[in-house]
């Protein structure tokens, strides 16, 4: 087999059949003759499932025009010769889905029968054309390079430019995500697009990532705007309770109050959507360095993993933050009152914290830092305290105040502050196409120290 190739190659392609090997059996044709490549055909003989990266390579052959067969070994044999349909081989799907359906298929133990079987559709090809002959095997280490998400040969423009798309994620999170893109390759990344108007097709690239992913170094990545999140909930949700699941990562940006261009309640449910996934881990972080640690905290925990971006963060927060996996954070000790934040509310309720000092009142700042797991422990500290008030940018559904341990003691009272979706519909009918804040519903810096103001039956202060 592989007769022909100059030694170098042999030994490469041979070894590792992945993006690199293909690349260098293109570059060989290259400086050979026009009138030999024409002549030649790569056939492949590969076990299934197959390798990420011989996957990948498989795909440049095809893109080249170079590929002529593929023949897949697997210990069991297909439910019918349609050894593209779902219930059968992952690797024969991939194969259809970049254009290779002329397939062969021998059921392999390595017994004389399945040589002989080998044999026999090898010689029927070489009837067809003349063809290099390369062998994969299965257990090879892994490639350095990873699988691209499909084949867009077949693509219309328009899907191309969609499937492609970077997400406009405001601010400081912005470099977060370039940062990430530092720490992963691109292809482990699957960026949902903003708008879906095919949901098969999207269901058939996210299964394809998936099948592809499995057995690749590091976690799946999948990004999607919250606005998006209830069109592709079942998707996710089934990803993460599939035995298969791989344990993916789950970047939900625009988390919140929704944006001019949002239709509906935007980000406001992606809190309850993410809590009603079982066994997913839900982090919120505050700003990019927490979204860095909080990235860093997901190996630690068990299970899948929601990263939530929300639409307002916090810029230039003093508190250096420090990786404690599953657990809140106490950014400002205090003996009166306990303002409890998450996401986009922890800046703002620092800054109303000052403010309130200089009323006399002792005042800590919490950041849960995540929906799921509940820190148990910080929450129970709260009894201290003869005032709480729970800051969030979701409804009480699926937000942090329905999780806080009500004190039963007349002498500590428990407020909500949190935004509604009815109360984002009623603003949108009343003042059509102003960009909604967390100032037009309280829950910025002032409008959070005069509820404590009043709550406490205390004059105002000046605001710092």
């Known amino acids: 087999m592989n007769e022909g190739l100059p030694e170098t190659l042999l030994t490469e392609v041979g070894q590792d059949w992945s993006a690199r090997a293909a690349r260098a059996y293109l570059s060989y044709l290259s400086v050979t003759s026009t009138e030999t490549n024409n002549e030649q055909g790569l056939v492949v003989v590969m076990a299934a499932p197959s390798h990420p990266g011989q996957l990948y390579g498989l795909t440049l052959l095809a893109e080249a025009g170079k590929l002529a067969y593929v023949v897949l070994l697997e210990k069991r044999r297909p439910k019918s010769w349609g050894v593209f349909k779902n219930e059968d081989s992952s690797t024969g799907v991939y194969l259809k889905d970049i ?64 499937f492609r798309a970077r997400p406009r994620l405001e601010t400081v999170f912005a470099k977060f995500m370039a940062t990430l893109e530092k720490a992963v390759t691109p292809e482990s990344i699957f960026w949902v697009p903003d708008s879906i108007t095919d949901l098969p097709e999207f269901r058939r690239r996210l299964g394809l990532f998936r099948r592809i992913q499995q057995g690749t170094p590091g976690r799946p990545i999948v990004a999607v705007d919250s606005a998006t999140l209830p069109l592709v909930y079942s998707d996710l949700r089934n990803w993460c309770e599939s035995p298969d699941r791989d344990n993916p990562l789950f970047l939900v940006y625009r988390s919140g109050l929704p944006k001019e261009e949002s239709n509906g309640s935007g980000g406001l449910t992606d809190g309850l959507l993410l809590l009603s996934i079982p066994g997913l881990n839900v982090a919120v972080p505050a700003d990019e360095e927490e979204a860095r640690t909080l990235f860093a905290e997901a190996d630690s925990l068990t299970g899948p993993t929601a990263f939530v971006f929300c639409s307002s963060p916090a810029v230039g927060l003093s508190t250096k933050s420090t990786p404690n996996p599953g657990k809140g954070r106490v950014l400002r000790e205090g003996k009166d009152v306990a303002l409890v934040a998450i996401g986009s509310t922890v800046f703002p309720c620092l800054l109303a914290a000052e403010s309130l000092r200089s009323l006399g009142l002792s005042v800590a700042v919490l950041d849960l830092r995540y929906r799921c797991p509940l820190d148990h422990a910080l929450i129970q500290s709260l009894n201290r305290f003869k005032l709480i008030v729970a800051v969030d940018e979701h409804p009480e559904a699926g937000g942090i105040a329905g999780h806080l341990w009500r004190p039963e003691s ?41 509820t404590v103001r009043e709550s406490l039956k205390l004059g105002p202060a000046a605001f710092h």
């Open 99 to 162: 254009g290779l359906e002329d397939c062969g298929w021998v059921e392999w133990d390595a017994q004389p029968k399945a040589n002989s079987s080998l044999d026999q559709l090898l010689e029927d090809v070489t009837r067809i054309q003349p063809a290099f002959f390369v062998a994969c095997c299965r257990d090879q280490e892994a490639s350095d390079e990873l699988p691209s998400l499909i084949s867009e040969r077949h693509d219309t423009q328009g899907v191309q430019a969609a």
């Open 410 to 450: 007349s002498s500590c009272k428990l407020i909500r502050l949190n935004i509604e979706v009815e109360q984002v519909q009623e603003y949108l009918d009343s003042q059509p196409g102003e960009e909604l804040t967390l100032e037009h519903f309280g829950l910025h810096a002032e409008g959070i120290a005069r």
